[in-house]
């Protein structure tokens, strides 16, 4: 049989079935806190692991769930971006319905 695969410039053939599963690291919850919001469940956990500690957060919407790590190196900077938001919003005037643009389909 003749097979249609080219080989890949790159040395090495695509690899076909689900990917290999990466070897787990332990991990140790340090602290864990959620929030509800509207709709949103927002959990902050920060963990650590033999390559550091970070936080992880979770958005949680009706079991559809989205998560950002944030390397403990980057707490502070994540902190001062989110108190700039913060006080963004409490000072930029909130737009009325009226001019927001609708959406397109």
Do not use: C, W
Not at 34 to 58: A, C, D, P
């Amino acid at each position: 049989m003749i097979s249609n695969e080219r080989p890949s410039p790159y040395g090495h053939r695509p690899r076909h079935g689900p990917p290999t599963p990466k070897p787990s690291m332990p991990e140790e919850t340090l602290k864990k806190d959620s929030v509800q919001i509207e709709r949103k469940t927002f959990v902050f956990t920060l963990r650590e692991n033999t390559r550091g500690r970070f936080l992880r957060i979770t958005e949680d919407v009706n079991g559809r769930r989205d998560t950002i790590i944030i390397p403990a190196t980057g707490l502070e900077d994540f902190k001062k971006l989110v108190e700039t938001m913060v006080q963004a919003s409490a000072h930029i005037p909130a737009k009325s319905p009226a001019d927001v643009p609708a959406k397109s389909p």
